[in-house]
């Protein structure tokens, strides 16, 4: 008997007859003799039809009444969750983030978990009942409701399995785990039964869009056990494990997965002084026009001067542009502002690096014989990030996943 | 300076236009420094359309996870309504029952408030902010989401009103007031200036849907200045105020109103043997199968034996007869059950009654003039019910309405 956490994302339960299937896996588990603690998303569309409403009302809508607004949508998924459950006789409870009390600061659409209670959670799962959690939601120390943003349901799952110190959390998606890299690109994508948090996290946040980032950060820090699902198979298997220990007895491959996304764009200040303080210079109007900044590589200068670049969400790009041209150009006496937003990112990705060589070597002698160029390079311990031309990522992302031997049997569309 | 409390129904917020015209009439009491806590109801087809989802989940939904599910379309309300207010440079903060804390009983889907905690309310409204109450909502002792059943966001405005002893309670509706009849089967229908309790009560009760008799009963026990609005007209002048004492000052009509439904269906137990302790055995079975009884009529019997009458809502008719057939019938040695579902009930109301004579004779007299037959009657202190053919209910109450000096200017459509 195992105390699971499972977290149904909201296509899973985008219908009547898709929470009724949902409800069918609980039933199995629970048959079993586990003790189920089920997170739910609001159901697909839900939140877009709630914040377009809120839209509507007010352009920028205040933030604590968003937030009161939204987080309906998880409200509504718990109750018919519940009764899918009763429904075919097994005892169930639905829990709003305020009633579990899902402690988290007051930051309204981005908060973040400060503390769980687990008494009332505990108290049922003691009495065979499973216990249902809205997911994305919380409550301020005023009794305020916040959100946890975009995504957060995963981070609510992840935080009750580590305030409940469950044996695993579940994460239920449309995808049967995580791959190698996105089969719609590489047909001969991989499956992977297991993979480090390092290489989740690094995926992640390269563009894998399989969980959210802040859910695998939590995982790791709370050494939580963290599984990716497939809703929608009878048998979804072993899926996906992230665990946070490197296996020594697993033959380890080298690489794991390579990640990639076409979300942003990258600018380059040329000829900037070269002195102490001026990446601060360039990136603090950056920074206080709330624009985040991904890739940042600044090269060796020359003759007193040398260029900076880095790149921004896509959707920022003609802001960020602004702010250079506008603000930190004349101010830091750079020659030209130059940026591109037509390319793409590909990240390399696996523990393995740490402890082989030439990897770098492969990836670059890889783009090389297919003609393709490098315009910035990043590395981290276990990542090699590149950005190239928009046009070349799909063959990039091809070409590197067959050097680094990972491709297999070809996945059924 | 008042402080008003104001409802608007599910009509009144039934787009986001609407919620916006709401704010600018807040807005205008603002101006003039009243403090305001506004109570609103779901978007109007928001709570219907709740109900289906939970519906098709379950057949007969579990009532706390019911509540959990309903509760949510007032909840976005109060968020749309506070963005709407700030939106026009206006401090509003919005409130669930939770919040406020609203507290009820567990009776879920028809929850009781138990107490209302004042204390966040007034913070806000010292501050000068217009505080925003969900209706129709509340929170049991155990923390459980509970609802007050349907049109429970008047019972709200009103629970609010007297726990804050406020100087007037508003209800905003689609109506600019109570009429002496309904408009639309008596264009001559006279709008109210003012009416008592009692006869609200007696008029909510024998089908004007003006305002939820749970509300009316609330107001008249706390003596709450009620106060009936339209929510559509830009001017809604003075509406119709429900008093809680007559005005010894007013020339008081002897009849305030004619009220008539159409919703109930009449049975007679026919040859019931005529000893004590017969009403509980027929009614006791209806009641254990939840069905409602409204009249009740039992004549004198004679040779032993006597007839026993009621009605019951027409929904329920069916199910009625079924109980009194296979078990009251058989039990109590009764001949035989007969019922009609095709009657209606008109009511004539006011308290001008108790001081009048011949109000019965006139009601009678009046409809022998126009061949109407009357099959039950009823009468109370303040209001004569009768059950009559329902082919005849309109004509009915054109000539009641008129026999009693009620027929004012007609009323344009």
């Known amino acids: 008997m195992a105390l699971i956490v499972q977290k149904f994302g909201g296509t899973s339960v985008g219908s009547a007859e898709r929470i009724k299937n949902v409800a069918q896996r609980v039933a199995r588990f629970h048959a079993q003799g586990h003790q189920l603690v089920v997170v739910v998303s609001a159901m697909s ?27 309906t949508g998880e409200q509504v998924t718990i109750g018919l969750l519940a009764m899918a459950l009763k429904d075919i006789g097994i005892d169930a409870r639905s829990y709003t983030g305020g009633q579990v009390r899902i402690s988290t600061d007051s930051a309204f659409t981005k908060a973040r978990i400060l503390h769980i209670d687990d008494h009332a959670m505990r108290a049922d799962l003691n009495k065979g009942r499973v216990v249902i959690v809205a997911g994305f939601q919380g409550v301020d120390d005023a009794g305020n409701i916040t959100t946890l943003g975009r995504g957060g349901s995963d981070t609510t799952g992840v935080a009750l399995a580590a305030a409940l110190k469950a044996d695993e959390c579940q994460i239920y998606t449309d995808v049967d785990g995580v791959y190698s890299t996105d089969p ?26 399989v969980l959210q980032i802040r859910s695998v950060e939590f995982a790791g820090k709370y050494k939580v056990k963290l599984r990716v699902l497939s809703s929608f198979m009878d048998d979804p298997g072993e899926g996906t494990l992230i665990t946070f220990e490197e296996d020594p007895n ?27 303080g001026i990446a601060y210079q360039i990136l603090g109007p950056v920074a206080d026009a709330n624009i985040d900044v991904d890739l940042i590589i600044q090269n060796v200068g020359r003759d007193g001067s040398t260029d900076f670049s880095f790149t921004v969400h896509r959707n920022e790009y003609q802001k960020a542009m602004k702010v250079l041209n506008d603000t930190v150009k004349p101010h830091i006496g750079a020659r030209e502002v130059v940026g591109d937003d037509k390319i ?4 390399v990705v696996g523990v393995g690096m740490r402890s082989h060589v030439g990897v770098a070597s492969t990836v670059f002698r890889t783009l090389a014989e297919e003609g393709i160029n490098i315009q910035m390079i990043s590395t981290s311990e276990i990542k090699i990030s590149l950005v190239v031309d928009d046009k070349y990522m799909e063959l990039a992302v091809r070409v590197l996943h067959r050097a680094f031997g990972l491709d297999g049997e070809p996945k059924a569309a």
Chains 1, 2 share one sequence.
């Open 344 to 347: 793409a990112k590909v990240a």
């Open 184 to 209: 719609r690109v590489v047909p001969e994508a991989r499956k992977l039964d297991r993979i480090t948090f390092e290489e989740m996290l690094e995926l992640a946040s390269s563009g894998s869009k």
């Open 250 to 276: 697993m033959e380890q491959a080298v690489i794991s997965g390579i990640a990639f996304n076409r979300d942003e764009a990258k600018i380059t200040v040329l000829g900037v002084p070269d002195k102490p």
């Open 45 to 71: 569309g839900e939140t877009n039809r709630l914040i377009a409403l809120a839209k509507e009302i007010q352009q920028t809508p205040d933030p604590r009444e968003l937030d009161v607004v939204v987080s």
